[in-house]
């Protein structure tokens, strides 16, 4: 089945040692986006690819970093944790931009920082 | 500037009642209103969506949604509830003219359902 893809689905890792999170995809999307979701809160959009076109939002810690390589994956690369940066991190795609566009959501990567 | 607005943080209800969980909206232009809902410890999974036309969406697991303009609303309904329904559900909008507009979620509702 088509679907998106996180890997590895619970990530631990050190004060201030980077981390990467990935999400590939087989829907063929030209969308890729990073949500960060805390305790059952709404999802915060991150950043999103459009095909190679990076889109950071204004409100995003530097921090936070992607990479998009090809259309299938998306990396997710926090260069130097925190503890306020434990949290749900999701990925989605979706075929275009288009606001009737539907977003397909992978199962989510947690991140314990110690 | 666009809103959505879930005013029940929890929703319970026993099993077999009809269920209702309730969304409001505020946009510019014309509104594009999803449902996705979260199992723990999982990603969020597309439930329905009104873009246009009919007011009633029907979606999947039995699930449908209302569209009322006047009201700004977009409430989710089951006719039955069943235990495997308990979950977080998410409201989301897009709306704007012009340009890419980012997908706002709703806070979410826990819905439980009750045996």
């Known amino acids: 089945d088509a679907m998106v893809i996180q890997n590895p689905r619970y990530q631990v890792t050190q004060f201030g040692k980077p981390v990467t999170l990935s999400c590939s995809q087989t829907?063929?999307?030209?969308?890729m986006y990073w949500y960060q979701q805390k305790s059952s809160q709404a999802p915060k959009l991150l950043f999103h690819?459009?095909?190679?076109?990076?889109?950071n939002e204004a409100d995003t810690p530097d921090n936070f970093q992607s990479r998009r390589p090809n259309t299938s994956f998306c990396f997710l690369d926090i260069r130097s944790p925190g503890l306020g940066d434990a949290a749900m991190y999701l990925c989605?795609?979706?075929?275009?931009?288009?606001?009737?566009?539907?977003?397909?959501f992978g199962p989510g990567t947690r991140l314990l920082v110690l | 500037a666009q809103s959505v607005a879930q005013p029940e943080d929890q929703v319970n209800v026993a099993e077999g009642n009809p269920l209702t969980v309730k969304c409001t909206y505020s946009?510019?232009?014309?509104?594009?209103l999803f449902w996705y809902v979260q199992y723990p410890n999982r990603g969020l999974q597309f439930l329905l969506k009104?873009?246009?036309?009919?007011?009633l969406v029907k979606g999947s697991y039995g699930f449908e949604a209302e569209f009322n303009k006047s009201q700004t609303s977009f409430h989710l309904k089951k006719p039955s509830a069943l235990v495997s329904d308990s979950a977080l559900y998410f409201c989301?909008?897009?709306?704007?003219?012009?340009?890419?507009?980012?997908?706002?979620f709703g806070t979410g509702t826990k819905l439980q359902v009750i045996p």
């Open positions: 989605a795609t979706s075929r275009d931009t288009g606001k009737q566009e539907t977003q397909y």
């Open positions: 829907l063929n999307h030209n969308v």
């Open positions: 690819y459009y095909d190679k076109d990076f889109n």
């Open positions: 946009v510019s232009g014309n509104p594009y």
């Open positions: 009104y873009i246009t036309g009919d007011n």
């Open positions: 989301a909008v897009r709306a704007g003219v012009g340009g890419y507009q980012k997908v706002t």
